[in-house]
T-cell receptor
Framework: NAGVTQTPKFQVLKTGQSMTLQCAQD?????MYWYRQDPGMGLRLIYY???????DKGEVPNGYNVSRLNKREFSLRLESAAPSQTSVYFC??????????FGQGTRLTVV | GENVEQHPSTLSVQEGDSAVIKCTYS??????FPWYKQELGKGPQLIID?????GEKKDQRIAVTLNKTAKHFSLHITETQPEDSAVYFC????????????FGTGTRLQVFP
């Protein structure tokens, strides 16, 4: 039982490149989330998905797209990376209004 | 939408002392208030949570209090130990969308031996 698994753990991109961050959960939870963590700014919600087939914008969605491929997987795509997207990205899964389980994070640097 | 403010941003205490972290929220009808602990290089983990129908909850050295009138909730850690050193986040779920989970900006707690 791995919980929430994110890949990759580290990534360096050049400005303008695209990439997809992958997230998978094996807990059968309905809701999944993408957050970014920056110094002094806490965890800011990028997008979330309350159930398979639905996605909604969070606090900072600009520059990102998401796909809820199935109940297990929720991916985050950067179409044209910018230095302002340098951050640590966390995926989380949750069942209703209860505990959210987080992955180990992806440290992304855009140069 | 829901806004969560957290103070202080950093907190240093001597081992054995108590630590208190405070959060305020904007949606007066919010119902669920969790606290997470994040150790270096890891994702946040839930340490305690409280719902709006309860004023206080304890789990060993950790307690959370909720004041619905003032719209704030606090984390209390007693008899702090060096392993309590971490970043702590509060969060809230707005009533208009309980699937959303909005976090505060975090508190870095350092416990000195």
């Amino acid at each position: 039982n791995a919980g929430v698994t994110q890949t990759p753990k580290f990534q360096v991109l050049k400005t303008g490149q695209s990439m997809t961050l992958q997230c998978a959960q094996d807990m059968n939870h309905n809701s999944m989330y993408w957050y970014r963590q920056d110094p002094g700014m806490g965890l800011r919600l990028i997008y979330y998905s309350a159930s398979e087939g639905t996605t909604d914008k969070g606090e900072v969605p600009n520059g990102y797209n998401v796909s809820r491929l199935n109940k297990r997987e929720f991916s985050l795509r950067l179409e044209s990376a910018a230095p302002s997207q340098t951050s640590v990205y966390f995926c989380a899964a949750r069942l209703g209004e209860t505990e959210a389980f987080f992955g180990q994070g992806t440290r992304l640097t855009v140069v | 939408g829901e806004n969560v403010e957290q103070h202080p941003s950093t907190l240093s205490v001597q081992e054995g002392d108590s630590a208190v972290i405070k959060c305020t929220y904007s949606d007066s009808a919010s119902n669920y208030f969790p606290w997470y602990k994040q150790e270096l290089g890891k994702g946040p983990q839930l340490i305690i949570d409280i719902r709006s129908n309860v004023g206080e909850k304890k789990d060993q050295r950790i307690a959370v209090t909720l004041n619905k009138t003032a719209k704030h909730f606090s984390l209390h850690i007693t008899e702090t130990q060096p392993e309590d050193s971490a970043v702590y986040f509060c969060a809230a779920s707005p009533t208009y969308n309980t699937d959303k989970l909005i976090f505060g900006t975090g508190t870095r707690l350092q416990v000195f031996p």
